[in-house]
């Protein structure tokens, strides 16, 4: 089955994906004739994405729309589906498609059971909800999950958005968000803290002081893997990793226990390919461990 290519869109959570996405929707044609949104930030982003759109009710904007656009957060989407399709707001024939990472079809499914068609379809791309993040849509990648009779749909709403399809298995959207996030929201954790160690070593501009090297680490290692590890880790220098966990206890020690993690995590992954003998491995698990017994209980399971 094919789509028109002019479906009246409506959007329930008017937040940082959801107004960005309607965006380019609009721009690719299709007609935003409702979005639902109550907080003030919300408003604000319909009023500069989505000028002239009509703000309605969610109940309101299911019912005013061909494709129904849910970007709620992950842990409201099953009752946000549940109340619209009990109360006849979502209709047979409708399109509903939701943007959460984590879920896949399951929890679409009281749509589905009162006649929608149902996709799940994850833009793996970080938003700051403003015009900004139209651009870096072209060649986002899009996680999605369709039933074999809605792939040529869900295939044209990507390449709407101007985006690239992942076919993600039901039963494997966990482990592809989790890898989302372990990826980049971690990293902005792991980048911040950097940030702070160097100012505490009395950097300015601890930005640009991070930023060629952190460029050309990231894209080393997503063309490269474990190869491109470089450090005192992987070099096996016990006596550098031992000064770095004494002056971050002593002058960042709100960065200690992610260090602690992350060198576990390097220091496993050198043992493995080779890289770090296992004699040289142990010494280094030595001071990993007495610096972590070091740790204020409170920091270690905040």
């Given at each position: 089955m094919t789509y028109d290519p002019t479906f009246r869109v409506g959007v329930i959570g008017?937040?940082?994906?959801?107004?960005?996405?309607?965006?380019?929707?609009?721009?690719?044609?299709?007609?935003i004739v409702a979005a639902a949104g109550e907080s003030d930030a919300s408003r604000r982003r319909i009023d500069a994405l989505l000028p002239g759109v009509r703000v309605a009710k969610p109940t309101d904007v299911a019912r005013a729309s061909e494709l129904l656009l849910l970007t709620v957060p992950d842990d409201m989407l099953a009752n946000v589906v549940t109340v619209l399709s009990h109360s006849g707001a979502i209709h047979e024939g409708q399109v509903v498609v939701h943007t959460s990472g984590r879920h896949g079809l399951a929890v679409l499914e009281p749509a589905r059971a009162v006649g929608a068609?149902?996709?799940?379809?994850?833009?793996?791309?970080?938003?700051?909800?403003?015009?900004?993040?139209?651009?870096?849509?072209?060649?986002?990648v899009f996680?999605?999950?369709?039933?074999?009779?809605?792939?040529?749909?869900?295939?044209?709403?990507?390449?709407?958005?101007?985006?690239?399809?992942?076919?993600?298995?039901?039963?494997?959207?966990?482990?592809?968000?989790?890898?989302?996030?372990?990826?980049?929201?971690?990293l902005v954790t792991l980048v911040t803290e950097a940030m702070e160690i160097l100012s505490a070593a009395?950097?300015?501009?601890?930005?640009?002081?991070?930023?060629?090297?952190?460029?050309?680490?990231?894209?080393?290692?997503?063309?490269?893997?474990?190869?491109?590890?470089t450090g005192p880790i992987v070099r096996g220098d016990v006596e550098t990793v031992r000064a770095h966990v004494a002056d971050l206890a002593a002058n960042a020690p709100q960065t200690l226990s992610s260090y602690l993690?992350?060198?576990?995590?390097?220091?496993?992954?050198?043992?493995?390919?080779?890289?770090?003998?296992?004699?040289?491995?142990t010494k280094m698990l030595q001071v990993l461990d007495a610096a972590e017994a070091s740790v204020p209980l409170h920091r270690q399971t905040r």
């Open positions: 008017a937040g940082r994906v959801g107004a960005v996405l309607a965006a380019a929707l609009r721009r690719a044609g299709h007609d068609r149902t996709i799940a379809m994850h833009p793996a791309m970080t938003f700051t909800g403003t015009e900004v993040d139209l651009p870096r849509l072209p060649g986002c996680g999605v999950t369709a039933d074999a009779a809605d792939r040529e749909l869900a295939e044209a709403l990507v390449d709407d958005l101007g985006g690239r399809p992942m076919w993600v298995p039901e039963d494997r959207r966990t482990m592809y968000h989790a890898g989302l996030a372990h990826g980049a929201n971690h009395g950097a300015e501009d601890p930005a640009a002081t991070l930023r060629p090297l952190l460029t050309a680490a990231l894209d080393n290692a997503l063309e490269h893997g474990d190869t491109a590890l993690a992350m060198a576990r995590a390097t220091l496993d992954r050198a043992v493995t390919d080779g890289r770090v003998l296992p004699i040289r491995a």
